[in-house]
């Protein structure tokens, strides 16, 4: 959604209508690292690029001092790669907030789904199936099977995975679920931050046949056969996992404010000579919990999904 406010007073990020830019009047905020046009990443965008045009817009601000400039907030490897091929303007979004720390911050680096989505838009555009596998360096066959990832799976299940790095391998264990059950797959993924196919097929053993789109297809055979008394096991542990998940989820932001406020308390207390040498000698079991405390660096614990 693009626009400044709607009719119940909600703010928008971006304004109504983009606007062309001359990139020589573009302000990067960012300092381009020695190396990167010789890396991989930007020798794909190049190509993206001059194959099939910019997809996604650049976000700019405009500079308040300066009519006519605009601070670069994101896409600024897409504007070298603009400037390498000799082109002079962009289209870009005019961001409403111009808080680059913030913004950047909160964008999404492409998720599977928003390449999909992408892929999609270049080919209504006209661009060929061979020249978008040439610029993302793929086979055409894998550009195919892309447009296709989304099939079978429910709009509201979509939209909720939008911006996750759900890999194409847990749609696929998506797609064997009814409808409802998709939504009920992926709120427990969301809850755990786990978007890989192994737990996608956990969620699917203990599916009741009834949500299952082909109940044969759940079925296996020898070793790997999951007995009744297994499902059940899991059924019991998901419905259960589901709870503790949703009962967080109520106290999360508040609980995180307070562990935030007593952390900033206890460093400032640590940073008092007298109260680290009372707390040494008299209270030594304190002083190594209040430490480590102190030493926290990220309140939420990193995850990396892996298909």
């Not at 194959?51 to 400039?69: F, I, M, T």
């Not at 109520?250 to 640590?270: M, P």
Request: hydrophobic share 40%; proline share 5%; aromatic share 4%.
């Amino acid at each position: 959604m693009i626009g400044d406010k709607t009719g119940h007073g909600v703010r928008f990020g971006f304004e109504r209508e983009s606007v062309i830019v001359p990139i020589a009047q573009l302000l990067p905020l960012k300092i381009m690292r020695p190396g990167t046009k010789e890396s991989g990443k930007y020798a794909q965008i190049l190509t993206s690029v001059r194959a099939v045009g910019l997809v996604e817009a650049p976000v700019v601000a405009p500079d308040r001092k300066h009519r006519g400039r605009y601070f670069l907030l994101d896409g600024h490897l897409r504007i070298e790669a603009l400037k390498d091929l000799g082109i002079s303007e962009v289209e870009c979004l005019i961001a409403t907030d111009d808080e680059t720390y913030t913004y950047n911050k909160r964008i999404n680096r492409l998720p599977p789904i928003q390449e999909h989505r992408m892929i999609l838009r270049a080919i209504d555009r006209g661009v060929s199936e061979k020249r978008i596998a040439e610029a993302l360096g793929l086979d055409a066959q894998t550009i195919r099977k892309r447009t296709r990832m989304l099939d079978g799976i429910w709009p509201d299940a979509t939209e909720a995975l939008k911006d996750t790095p759900c890999p194409a391998a847990t749609l696929d264990v998506l797609r064997c679920m009814a409808p409802m059950r998709q939504l009920e797959a992926v709120e427990l993924m969301r809850g755990q931050n786990n978007y890989t196919a192994t737990f996608a097929k956990a969620i699917l053993a203990a599916t009741p046949e009834a949500q299952l789109v082909d109940p044969r297809k759940k079925k296996l055979r020898g070793e790997r056969a999951v007995t009744a008394e297994q499902i059940a096991r899991l059924e019991r542990e998901l419905a259960s996992l589901q709870s503790q998940v949703k009962s967080v989820e109520e106290t999360y932001g508040i609980d995180n404010l307070h562990l935030t406020v007593a952390k900033g308390y206890i460093r400032k207390l640590l940073g008092n000579a007298q109260v680290v040498r009372w707390l040494s000698r008299h209270r030594q079991e304190y002083l190594t919990e209040f430490q480590s405390v102190a030493e926290i660096e990220s309140l939420v614990p990193v995850t990396t999904a892996a298909e």
